[in-house]
T-cell receptor, first 111, second 111 residues
Framework: QQKVQQSPESLIVPEGGMASLNCTSS?????YFWWYRQHSGKSPKMLM?????GEKEEGRFTVHLNKASLHTSLHIRDSQPSDSALYLC???????????FGAGTRLKVIA | DMKVTQMPRYLIKRMGENVLLECGQD?????MYWYRQDPGLGLQLIYI???????SEGDIPKGYRVSRKKREHFSLILDSAKTNQTSVYFC??????????FGAGTRLSVL
């Protein structure tokens, strides 16, 4: 069983809509979360990271973290067709440099 | 310009042949990684290298070995490739516990 679970597996949202993606770690030693975006046929690129409880916003993207439940969520407002991609959540803990990835959420934004 | 370069991009091998995947980075990052990506499984860590000749197994090391003789270069070797090693392989590097920078990937088919 994967240590990082992502939901939903796939998501379709209309252009201009809000996309919400979830990620939970089962490893209580985790203290860093990362969101990567991977367009079809390309390599993953870091989108946002969060280490502290609360919320972090960058443009249309907002990340939440609840460290007690080891749950993070990524919200994309005003979704664009160019946001269509595989979104990967990764978790790591201080000192071991190992990033564990979830299976991803495939987002499709339709015009 | 920060870059991780993987060679080759595409490779077809027969079962039992040896495979060498190469990765280079120009950022002087200490830590480098090899991941494989299969549909529905996300990115799975094969090996991590903390620096020259300082390598550690990841989650799925069986059937693979690595070599790092220079900080900027990290190789993945498959001795006697198997059909279940058909996958997309990504190399990545990072500066301590920071953003992972991925190469473009190598698509390996073992027939």
């Amino acid at each position: 069983q994967q240590k990082v679970q992502q939901s939903p597996e796939s998501l379709i949202v209309p252009e201009g809509g809000m996309a919400s993606l979830n990620c939970t770690s089962s490893d209580r030693n985790v203290d860093y979360f990362w969101w990567y975006r991977q367009h079809s046929g390309k390599s993953p690129k870091m989108l946002m990271s969060i280490f502290s409880n609360g919320e972090k916003e960058e443009g249309r993207f907002t990340v939440h973290l609840n460290k007690a439940s080891l749950h993070t969520s990524l919200h994309i407002r005003d979704s664009q067709p160019s946001d269509s991609a595989l979104y990967l959540c990764a978790a790591s803990n201080t000192g071991n440099y190992k990033y564990v990835f979830g299976a991803g959420t495939r987002l499709k934004v339709i015009a | 310009d920060m870059k991780v370069t993987q060679m080759p991009r595409y490779l077809i091998k027969r079962m039992g042949e040896n495979v060498l995947l190469e990765c280079g980075q120009d950022m002087s990052h200490e830590t480098m990684y090899w991941y494989r990506q299969d549909p529905g499984l996300g990115l799975q860590l094969i090996y991590i290298s903390y620096d020259v000749d300082s390598n550690s197994e990841g989650d799925i090391p069986k059937g693979y070995r690595v070599s790092r003789k220079k900080r900027e270069h990290f190789s993945l070797i498959l001795d006697s490739a198997k059909t279940n090693q058909t996958s997309v392989y990504f190399c990545a590097s990072s500066l301590r516990e920071n953003t992972l920078y991925f190469g473009a990937g190598t698509r390996l088919s073992v027939l």
